[in-house]
C-alpha cells in the first residue's frame, strides 16, 4: 500500500526518506537518524524493527545481519517490506514472498526504493531512476523520487499521505537534528501537496537570503 525511499548523502552528510500511501499517516514507517542512516519497514510493517535498527547498528552489525536478526525474530516477516541505508554500509532492502502484488524494491549505493500494492514494477524503477538523476540537496532529490512514483501511477489504491525527512547533526530544534519534515496527513493529492509547500519554501527561503543582504 506504500512506495518508499531511504537515502543518505554522504557529502553533505544528510540522511532521510520520502514515502507515499493510501493510509493515514504513511510516515509513521519510516525512521532517520542524523549520521547514521534510515529504515522503513511497511507493507504489513514491523514497527519495532525501527529503533532495533539503530541499536543493531550500534552494535556495529551489518546490514545483513541486522536482517537475518529481523527474520529470525518475525514469524510473519514475508508479510513485510524494509529497506534499509547506512552511511557506513550503504543499502539493503527486502521484500517478503507474501506480500501484496505489485511488490518489490531496488537499491543503490546510498538508496533503496521499496513498494507494494503498486500498479507496476515502472513505479520504483522510476523512484530510483529520478532521484539518480536529479540534482540539489537530499530533499529535492528525495521528492523527485516520490514524485515520480506518483507520477508513474503510484498505490494503486490511491491516495491519502506523504512525508519526507532529512536529519542533519546540529539542525532544527535542540536534540531533534531535523533539517525538514513535511507531513501531509490527509489529501486527495499529498505529493503533489508537498511539492506545492517545498516550492513555498524555496520562495520563502531566498526572500529571507534577500533581505539579509539589506
Given at each position: 500500500m506504500t512506495f518508499s525511499i531511504v537515502a543518505i548523502d554522504?557529502?553533505?552528510?544528510?540522511?532521510?526518506?520520502?514515502?507515499?500511501?493510501?493510509?493515514?499517516?504513511?510516515g509513521q514507517v519510516c525512521l532517520a537518524q542524523a549520521n547514521v542512516g534510515a529504515i522503513a519497514s511497511q507493507a504489513q510493517g514491523n514497527l519495532s524493527f525501527l529503533s532495533q535498527y539503530f541499536d543493531k547498528l550500534a552494535e556495529r552489525k551489518d546490514l545483513a545481519t541486522i536482517l537475518e536478526a529481523f527474520r529470525a525474530s518475525d514469524d510473519g516477516i514475508e508479510s513485510r517490506q524494509i529497506g534499509m541505508v547506512s552511511f557506513e554500509q550503504g543499502a539493503l532492502a527486502f521484500t517478503?514472498?507474501?506480500?501484496?502484488?505489485?511488490?518489490?524494491?531496488?537499491?543503490?549505493?546510498?538508496?533503496?526504493?521499496?513498494?507494494?500494492?503498486?500498479?507496476?514494477?515502472?513505479v520504483i524503477d522510476a523512484m530510483a531512476s529520478a532521484f539518480q538523476a536529479a540534482e540539489g540537496s537530499l530533499f529535492e532529490r528525495l521528492y523527485a523520487a516520490l514524485e515520480a512514483g506518483d507520477g508513474t501511477g503510484g498505490d494503486q489504491r490511491g491516495r491519502q499521505s506523504a512525508r519526507l525527512a532529512v536529519k542533519k547533526k546540529g539542525w532544527g530544534q535542540p536534540g531533534t537534528d531535523s533539517m525538514i519534515d513535511i507531513r501531509i496527513e490527509?489529501?486527495?493529492?499529498?505529493?503533489?501537496?508537498m511539492g506545492r509547500i517545498l516550492t513555498f519554501r524555496r520562495t520563502l527561503a531566498s526572500i529571507l537570503s534577500l533581505l539579509r543582504k539589506l
Open positions: 554522504k557529502e553533505a552528510q544528510e540522511t532521510g526518506f520520502a514515502i507515499a500511501s493510501c493510509s493515514w499517516d504513511a517478503g514472498e507474501e506480500c501484496s502484488r505489485w511488490a518489490g524494491h531496488r537499491i543503490g549505493e546510498d538508496f533503496a526504493c521499496q513498494g507494494n500494492i503498486l500498479v507496476s514494477p515502472d490527509d489529501h486527495d493529492d499529498p505529493v503533489k501537496e
